[in-house]
């Protein structure tokens, strides 16, 4: 994959495409009342949206930003309760441009099941094989848990919470959201694949083979042009900019 380039706080288009984002997260499923995403800006901090927006009707105008520490720099909303999740797995992760947290039903489920995520679609092999599980169930509500999780997180993609979520970073928005809708269809056929057959799996040679295959920049936006028209076509992003 080429080489991301951070953006510029001030960009409409990031604003937009963000707004847009969120979106389409609850029009899949993934974002309900709760969940937010956000992305790393030039000159520190990252763009997120206001802790009072509505997942299913956010706008451009309820995209604030935030310093490396969480702290409204601009906006008229307050961030998010979790805003110390992105802002620590952000300075842990220097590689990490956008971060995703959502709670899924399936990826809820097998943690609490003490079932051990892993990859049984071709789609998940770009994941990765190992996805750790943050032990408590708690909101990431402070600084303390922010730097729990993402001492946990590591080098990884993704960190799963215990009975409560998951965290999924990327390279950019269209990224995380394609990664974390695969993760929870992955989730949902694990668990019906255990039903049958306990033992079944792909080897982690197969997981790596077809992940370099399939996890490349073509695929990543073809899956999200996939997902975004089909919001639009629900009529989700109608209003989206704020007009």
């Known amino acids: 994959m080429s080489e991301p380039i951070i953006p510029p706080a001030d960009s409409v288009a990031l604003r937009l495409r963000l707004a847009e984002s969120v979106r389409v997260f609850e029009a899949i499923g993934l974002f ?17 949206h206001g802790r009072q ?9 309820d995209v604030i930003r935030v310093d490396d520490d969480g702290r409204l ?3 008229e909303q307050e961030p998010p309760n979790e805003v110390a999740l992105h802002a ?12 995703a947290h959502y709670h899924g039903q399936w990826g809820n489920v097998l943690t609490l099941a003490e079932i051990p995520l892993a990859p049984v679609t071709s789609v998940a092999c770009g994941l990765g094989t190992d996805f750790p599980v943050y032990p408590h169930p708690d909101s990431i509500s402070t600084p303390e848990r922010g730097r729990e999780v993402a001492k946990c997180l590591g080098k990884h993609k993704i960190v799963m ?15 995380v959201l394609v990664a974390s809708k695969y993760l929870e269809l992955n989730a949902e056929r694990q668990w019906y694949v255990r039903a049958v057959n306990p033992h079944a ?3 982690d040679e197969e997981v790596r083979r077809v992940g ?3 996890w490349i920049e073509k695929n ?10 089909h919001a639009r076509a629900m009529g989700k992003l109608e209003g989206v900019d704020g007009a």
Not at 53 to 61: I, L, S
Not at 220 to 229: L, P, V
């Open 220 to 229: 990543i936006e073809k899956a999200w042009q996939y997902y975004y028209n």
């Open 201 to 203: 799996g792909l080897a």
């Open 32 to 48: 309900d009342m709760n969940g937010h995403v956000s992305v790393r800006v030039a000159g520190g901090g990252f763009l997120t």
């Open 73 to 75: 720099v601009e906006g």
């Open 212 to 214: 370099d295959s399939l």
């Open 53 to 61: 927006a509505d997942r299913a009707t956010v706008t451009v105008r």
């Open 161 to 175: 919470l215990r009975a409560h979520g998951t965290v999924v970073t990327g390279r950019s928005l269209e990224e």
């Open 88 to 99: 620590e797995v952000y300075r842990a992760r220097p590689d990490v441009l956008a971060v």
